[in-house]
């Protein structure tokens, strides 16, 4: 986009924010963010893991037991969860820091920036992970851009002063804020840091070399007695892999509860929408960087005082993606996009407010759905795909099918990946729901029954009793596609001309998704 083009767009989302007047109480906005956190929580029956704190928070929450992230890799999770788009949309394609270098559209709109023109004091602790500057720019900021993440990110008693802090500026303020803490728990730090542990499990502990971290109790766990997901081997070395991973949880969950204390001691615990989530699925296989119910399946819970208190401690079995935690918080504040832009883009599949659903359960419908659009995680992991997933099925596009499903350097190097491929070399028993040959080489379309296919085994593509079911998915993607301007909307078997016209290839790929 040309530079006048891009000033005209910005002034004209600056046009189209309108602000309906705030009552005379304050509201703010908490957002609890885990880095690859998954479902290891008292509040999501995992009986193992202890998470007091979490489990606490969920008590006065809705529960949602499907939300989706719409996409499964860290920093094009954030923005996506930061701008309502998908990573496609706002050009956060892969990876932001390093050689990864992407970055969304500097014509973008997020958040942090909607609600300071709005009066909101906005602030980050933690993991950011975006960028550019501009596009993601919070009144108070400590990230790992002016601090080592471990610090910000693990290091719950600097994340509790810090809060502290930012909590005192809102009040010197007076006005009404917006907080968002990105933990770094319990992301894998064998690749990048491997002397604090696989999980960074040994940081903070006390022991020689490793710091201490004061408001820091660690949880142990006995290998053989951790809860297994069912895309985990069931071997020592995965459930060692857990084990730690549960440690790390335990350092998060501690976090939390101190964020919460410094909420209530600030004045704010009754005035504050809370909402705990993650940004993709669990660092194991069929995790993070897949479309698979592992890689895009998320916690979450909401939070809310007066007068959208109606429901506590109750589970929702709304479809939800994280893509309307900004509609969310827009609706809280009371700003909104004008329906010109938002219909638009979104046409039907438009992200929405959850507050509704804080007060009551919607009906649930079998037109019901959620989105997801993958294309990098590492600058090197080059394999796009898109997904479409209703209450009962879940159609899966790979781009990029010919080659095998790319591996990140942290799931490499883990005890899990490292068990598995040293099993398979050695032609050892491989106690898991997939071969590594499976695992790599996929087809270009799966079709998954999810309701009687909870692992995504059995793919039903091209079966002739789903035939209008598969089509009727392709084309509602398809769809969502052109209204969120994908670039890849003709891959692989066409160029894509002008705003949505598909120009055949005439590789032999035409015959496998009409257009």
């Keep these: 986009m040309g530079s006048a083009s891009a000033v005209a767009y910005a002034l004209l989302m600056c046009l189209s924010v309108t602000e309906t007047v705030l009552s005379s109480k304050q509201r703010n906005v908490l957002i609890l963010l885990a880095d690859d956190g998954g479902f290891e929580l008292g509040a999501y029956n995992n009986k193992i893991c202890q998470t007091p704190n979490i489990d606490a928070l969920a008590r006065r929450s809705v529960i949602f037991n499907n939300a989706f992230t719409s996409v499964s890799s860290c920093s094009p999770s954030r923005a996506a969860l930061l701008t309502g788009k998908p990573s496609h949309q706002n050009g956060m394609y892969g990876l932001h820091h390093g050689v990864h270098h992407f970055n969304s559209f500097d014509n973008i709109t997020s958040l942090p920036n909607i609600l300071r023109r709005q009066g909101v004091y906005t602030g980050i602790i933690g993991k950011k992970h975006v960028g550019p500057e501009n596009v993601y720019k919070f009144d108070f900021e400590q990230t790992e851009e002016n601090n080592h993440v471990n610090m910000v990110g693990r290091n719950i008693t600097h994340m509790k002063l810090l809060t502290r802090a930012f909590l005192q500026l809102a009040n010197q303020e007076n006005k009404p804020f917006f907080l968002y803490i990105g933990f770094h728990d319990p992301h894998r730090?064998?690749?990048?840091?491997?002397?604090?542990?696989?999980?960074?499990?040994?940081?903070?502990?006390?022991?020689?070399?490793?710091?201490?971290?004061?408001?820091?109790?660690?949880?142990?766990?006995?290998?053989?007695?951790?809860?297994?997901?069912?895309?985990?081997?069931?071997?020592?070395?995965?459930?060692?892999?857990v084990a730690a991973q549960y440690t790390s949880i335990s350092r998060l969950d501690q976090g939390v509860g101190l964020i919460l204390k410094e909420l209530k001691a600030a004045?704010?615990?009754?005035?504050?929408?809370?909402?705990?989530?993650?940004?993709?699925?669990?660092?194991?296989?069929?995790?993070?960087?897949?479309?698979?119910?592992?890689?895009?399946?998320?916690?979450?819970?909401?939070?809310?005082?007066?007068?959208?208190?109606?429901?506590?401690?109750?589970?929702?079995?709304?479809?939800?993606?994280?893509?309307?935690?900004?509609?969310?918080?827009?609706?809280?504040?009371?700003?909104?996009?004008?329906?010109?832009?938002?219909n638009h883009i979104w046409q039907d599949d438009t992200p929405k407010s959850l507050l509704p659903i804080l007060k009551k359960e919607p009906p649930p419908s079998d037109l019901d759905a959620v989105f997801a659009s993958q294309t990098h995680h590492e600058i090197t992991m080059y394999y796009p795909m898109r997904a479409v997933r209703t209450r009962r099925y879940k159609l899966i596009h790979n781009l990029n099918y010919g080659m095998p499903f790319p591996i990140d350097q942290d799931l490499y190097a883990s005890p899990t990946f490292q068990d598995i491929l040293n099993r398979t070399r050695s032609k050892q028993q491989l106690p898991w729901y997939k071969t590594l040959k499976q695992y790599y080489y996929r087809p270009q379309w799966e079709l998954y029954d999810i309701r009687a296919d909870p692992t995504e085994s059995n793919n039903l593509h091209g079966k002739p009793a789903l035939e209008n079911v598969e089509a009727s998915l392709r084309e509602r993607l398809s769809s969502w596609q052109r209204a969120t301007r994908d670039p890849w909307l003709c891959s692989p078997d066409a160029v894509l001309e002008g705003s949505a016209q598909c120009r055949s290839l005439d590789n032999t790929l035409m015959q496998y998704y009409p257009r």
């Design 267 to 342: 004045g704010h615990g009754d005035d504050t929408l809370i909402m705990y989530t993650s940004d993709n699925g669990i660092p194991f296989p069929s995790g993070r960087t897949n479309l698979y119910e592992p890689g895009l399946r998320e916690p979450l819970l909401a939070a809310s005082p007066p007068p959208h208190a109606a429901r506590r401690n109750e589970a929702s079995y709304a479809l939800v993606s994280l893509l309307d935690i900004m509609p969310t918080v827009l609706d809280w504040f009371g700003v909104q996009l004008e329906h010109e832009e938002s």
């Design 189 to 241: 730090c064998g690749h990048s840091t491997p002397e604090y542990g696989i999980f960074c499990e040994r940081y903070g502990t006390g022991e020689p070399g490793m710091g201490r971290i004061a408001d820091w109790t660690p949880w142990y766990y006995q290998w053989d007695e951790i809860e297994l997901p069912f895309h985990i081997q069931d071997t020592e070395a995965a459930r060692r892999d």
